[in-house]
Nanobody, 119 residues
Framework: QVQLVESGGGLVQAGGSLRLSCAASGSIISINAMGWYRQAPGKQRELVATIMSGGNTNYADSVKDRFTISRDNAKNMYLQMNSLKPEDTAVYYC??????????????WGKGTLVTVSS
């Protein structure tokens, strides 16, 4: 089994900061890429940022220069969110594309952590 567990969400005022964490565990051989996605009420899930195993990163235009994605080892990922805006309010999900023991490759998701930015 594979588990992705997010933490760090909460309520913050506009202009404030939060740091999200994602911890992957289970029968993982290697992780190809990890990313953060978010889903606001009444909207589709959207990409926030991704980070490849080699360290290359990609950001949505709406969060560039405000959010920073990082990994400290093969299985932990972070999202530093600065200058938060009310429109950043959403449930944030961790995603990993990985190889499992047994030779299976696939996409896995966490259950999400809620970020609420008040104006």
């Amino acid at each position: 089994q594979v588990q992705l567990v997010e933490s760090g969400g909460g309520l913050v005022q506009a202009g404030g900061s939060l740091r999200l964490s994602c911890a992957a565990s289970g029968s993982i051989i290697s992780i190809n890429a990890m990313g953060w996605y978010r889903q606001a009420p009444g909207k589709q899930r959207e990409l926030v940022a991704t980070i490849m195993s080699g360290g290359n990163t990609n950001y949505a235009d709406s969060v560039k220069d405000r959010f920073t994605i990082s990994r400290d080892n093969a299985k932990n990922m972070y999202l530093q969110m600065n200058s938060l805006k009310p429109e950043d309010t959403a449930v944030y999900y961790c995603n990993a594309n990985l190889w499992r023991i047994g030779g299976h490759r696939g996409d896995y998701w966490g259950k999400g952590t809620l970020v609420t930015v008040s104006s």
